[in-house]
């Protein structure tokens, strides 16, 4: 298959997704969740709805258009994915087949519907997709690895696939910087990159850092219309646990009635708690940025150009590779 005939079969799937008729995305829904409770159809919805952003046919072409994708060897790349959302190696597929090259994917045992979905319909409307596709229980006879998985599984993964070329991610989180100038829409749509997906992908926003006169519960008021996350029983038991060892610990915490908001230093917050940390000028800010480089994936915020917008931080556009490794530049190389 020619490079353009990849990104036409990838065009079709998009296509095929916008068309997804609602008793099948009720039932594909119900199938996913029944395999992890926390994939809701909501968090299913906003995930192909991603996926449909990257199969744009304009944004593909500008997206391939920086690349030699007629690899004079195609390889094997084998894929471990993560599952701590639905389709989290959805990137990492469409970068290996639109690279000429074949992906052997490891799925995750959370998150085995919904990509095994979209490869059938993948093949059903290209079927020379089909030799270039496999999803084995085990992974052998492969040239190359990206896995992504957390900081102990990246351990493992250097041990088995380090002598293979290789991209191993490890946890990231996200942050947002404000600057107590926000309006109140901004703040709702920081809320968004807070609870989409319960907060479980790593582009979630687990820090907020704030000025020093900066009041916290502008953000409960802004986040109101969140309140129904409650209602998960899984995000529900994290809230009472973590609140409780608040309470137990007579740590002081802004409570919501739905999320926590406790002024922490650390970068990674737990389940249903947002760390903030208060900052005084624009150097400390940096330093502490800086920090926790290897543990940031985007910054959220409006002060500088390169910050992801409110709102914006699950909505990542093609060309913005995870842990900002260029994979197709590494399968680029390979060939």
Request: proline residues 5%.
């Amino acid at each position: 298959m020619t490079t353009d005939e990849r990104l036409e079969g990838l065009v079709k799937l998009g296509k095929f997704i916008d068309s997804l008729a609602d008793d099948e995305f009720s039932d594909l829904a119900l199938r996913v969740q029944n395999e992890n409770p926390w994939f809701t159809p909501g968090s299913v919805q906003t995930a192909l709805q991603g996926v449909r952003r990257y199969l744009d046919r304009d944004k593909l072409k500008q997206w391939t258009s920086a690349y030699n994708l007629n690899p004079a060897s195609a390889k094997t790349i084998a894929i471990v994915m993560a599952g701590n959302i639905p389709l989290a190696g959805v990137h990492d597929l469409l970068s290996v087949l639109i690279s000429g090259h074949a992906i052997m994917a490891k799925l995750s045992s959370k998150d085995s519907v919904l990509p095994k979905f979209l490869v059938e319909k993948l093949i059903s409307i290209e079927p020379r997709f089909e030799p270039l596709i496999s999803l084995p229980e085990r992974l052998k006879n492969f040239d190359a690895v990206i896995a992504t998985g957390s900081d102990n599984s990246a351990r493992y993964f250097n041990y088995y696939f380090g002598k293979y070329p290789h991209i191993i991610r490890q946890n990231r989180t996200s942050c947002a910087v404000l600057t107590g100038d926000e309006s109140p829409e901004d703040l709702m749509l920081l809320g968004r990159d807070v609870f989409t997906y319960f907060g479980l992908g790593c582009r979630n926003v687990s820090k907020i850092f704030i000025p020093p006169d900066f009041d916290p519960t502008r953000l409960i008021s802004a986040w109101d219309i969140y309140v129904d996350i409650i209602h998960h029983h899984k995000y529900r038991n994290n809230y009472d646990y973590q609140k409780s060892i608040l309470l137990v610990n007579k740590v002081p915490f802004y409570d919501s009635g739905f999320v926590i908001l406790q002024e922490n230093e650390r970068i990674v917050s737990p389940i249903s708690v947002v760390y903030l940390e208060r900052y005084t000028d624009q150097e400390e800010l940096s330093t502490r940025l800086e920090q926790f480089s290897g543990k940031i994936q985007c910054v959220v915020g409006r002060s500088k150009p390169d910050y992801v917008p409110f709102g914006q931080a699950q909505s990542p556009e093609v060309w913005d590779y995870a842990d900002r490794v260029d994979t197709v530049k590494f399968l680029e190389q390979l060939g």
